[in-house]
C-alpha cells in the first residue's frame, strides 16, 4: 500500500511529479493551511466513504481565508478533486486525505499578501493515530496551547502545528501515548492533535471555542450524535486541570484520532480505569457512521466507487 498520486497545478500526476522548490515561501514561514479528511472501506459494500467532505472543505477554505489567500479552485472543485483522487489511487482500504493550500511564491521575508496561492491534495493508507485508542495513557502537557491572538487556533495553520508538535513529542518522550493542553489561563483546551471530552455526573463536557480549540467537525459530530442518539446533553464550558483527575470518562476526538478513551491522566486512572459507557456508546456509533453503516447519516458519507 503506498501512495500514488497527487493533485498538483491543477491536474492528478504521478505523486514523483508533485514537487516544490526549495525556495517556496511555504517550506521557509509556515505560510500554508491543510485538512484532515478520513475516507473508510466498507467491504460488505465495496465502497469507500468520505466522511464529511462538505464540512472539511468548508473548513480548509475558512483556514485559506485567514491566511489572506485567494485560491484558484472553488469547493465543489476541490471536492471533486478529492473524490476522483482516491478513485485513481483504487485503494481498498481506509484512507487519509490531506488537502494543502500554501504560500507557492519563491521570496524571501514575512509577508501573506500579494502572493501566489497553491493547492496540492494526496491520499495514503491510514490506520490509527493513537496506538492505544481503549485506553490511552495522556499528561498534561508542560507547553501552553497556541493563543488565537498569536496564531489563529480555529484553523489548521501549518506553522501553528510546531506547538502540537512539542506537546506530541513531550509526551511520547515521557513514556506517554498522547497529551493534553492547556490555554492561556489554566483551562484545558484540547489534546495535541484532538478536542477532548469529559464525562462527570452523567453530563458531557468539552471546552469551548474561546479555549482556543480547533472547532473541529469530529467535535461536532459527537454534540450531535450525544443529543440526538444517547440523549445526553453537551455542556461547552471551562474545564479546570483537576476536573480531569475526578471526571468519570475522557475521551479525545478528530479526525485522526477517531474516538478514543482517555483511562489515565498524569498516572491518575480516570474513573474505573477502563473505556466507561458513554465513551464505548460513540465510539461505536460512530464507526459505523463513517463507514456508510447508518441509513440516517449516510448523507454525511460521500462514495467514490461508482457501482452503478
Keep these: 500500500m503506498q501512495t500514488n498520486y497527487a493533485f498538483f497545478q491543477g491536474q492528478i500526476v504521478p505523486i514523483e511529479q508533485a514537487k516544490v522548490s526549495v525556495m517556496t515561501h511555504a517550506l521557509h514561514y509556515g505560510t500554508a493551511c491543510f485538512g484532515g479528511i478520513r475516507a473508510y472501506w466498507n467491504e460488505q459494500q465495496e465502497q469507500l466513504y468520505i466522511f464529511r467532505l462538505e464540512d472539511h472543505i468548508k473548513r480548509f477554505l475558512s483556514s485559506a481565508g485567514l491566511l489572506l489567500m485567494n485560491l484558484p479552485y472553488s469547493a465543489q472543485q476541490l471536492r471533486d478533486a478529492v473524490v ?3 478513485r485513481r489511487e483504487g485503494q481498498h482500504n481506509d484512507m487519509y486525505v490531506r488537502p494543502l493550500a ?12 500579494g502572493m501566489t496561492d497553491e493547492v496540492t491534495i494526496f491520499a495514503t493508507p491510514f490506520g490509527r493515530y493513537v496506538a492505544n485508542e481503549e485506553g490511552a495513557s495522556v499528561r498534561v502537557s508542560s507547553w501552553r496551547r497556541v493563543d488565537d491572538n498569536a496564531i489563529p487556533a480555529r484553523g489548521k495553520i501549518a506553522g501553528a502545528y510546531v506547538n502540537s508538535s ?13 497529551a493534553i493542553v492547556l490555554d492561556e489561563h489554566g483551562h484545558v483546551s484540547e489534546g495535541s492533535a484532538a478536542n477532548i471530552f469529559m464525562v462527570r455526573e452523567g453530563q458531557l463536557i468539552t471546552p469551548p ?7 473541529g467537525i469530529t467535535r461536532r459530530t459527537i454534540m450531535e450524535l450525544a443529543a440526538a442518539e444517547l440523549g ?6 471551562a474545564i479546570d486541570r483537576t476536573e480531569l483527575y475526578v471526571c468519570d470518562e475522557l475521551f479525545f476526538c478528530g479526525t485522526g484520532v ?3 478513551s482517555i483511562t489515565a491522566v498524569d498516572r491518575r486512572p480516570v474513573g474505573a480505569g477502563i473505556m466507561g459507557p458513554v465513551t464505548t456508546a460513540l465510539r461505536t456509533l460512530y464507526f459505523d ?15 467514490v466507487f461508482d457501482h452503478a
Design 84 to 86: 476522483e483522487l482516491l
Design 289 to 303: 457512521i463513517v463507514r456508510g453503516n447508518v441509513e440516517k447519516y449516510r448523507p454525511w458519507n460521500t462514495p
Design 166 to 178: 512539542l506537546v506530541k513529542s513531550e509526551a511520547l518522550m515521557d513514556g506517554y501515548d498522547e
Design 102 to 113: 500554501y504560500k507557492a511564491d519563491h521570496k524571501i521575508g514575512v509577508l501573506l499578501h
Design 232 to 237: 445526553i446533553r453537551v455542556e461547552e464550558r
Design 258 to 260: 477517531q474516538v478514543a
Design 209 to 215: 471555542v474561546s479555549s482556543n480549540i480547533l472547532e
